[in-house]
């Protein structure tokens, strides 16, 4: 399960887990214009760990869901 909601500067999608327990706490995607962050509660150690990407590093974090296993470089045609 999942929300979207369109703040004044991002786009927030937080994503809920439904599956079999433990269940995993919510991880909260913000999109900003020049950068994403993705967010999670940590209950062990009680902090919110935040992992900030480049609208490059996103793009290819994309490309790389669809594509084997390897090392490559994404270029403009």
């Known amino acids: 399960m999942f929300t979207i ?3 004044y500067d991002a786009t927030v ?3 809920i887990d439904e599956g079999k327990a433990p269940l995993q ?3 909260i995607i913000n999109a ?3 950068c994403v ?3 999670q509660f940590d209950p062990r150690t009680e902090t919110v760990t935040r992992v ?3 609208l490059l590093q996103l793009r290819d974090l994309q490309a ?4 084997p296993e390897g090392v490559y470089q994404l270029r403009k045609t």
């Open 52 to 54: 900030t990407l480049s």
């Open 37 to 39: 962050t993705v967010t």
């Open 32 to 34: 900003f214009d020049d």
């Open 64 to 67: 790389a869901l669809d594509l």
């Open 5 to 7: 909601e369109h703040d």
């Open 25 to 27: 706490e919510d991880v």
């Open 13 to 15: 999608v937080t994503l």
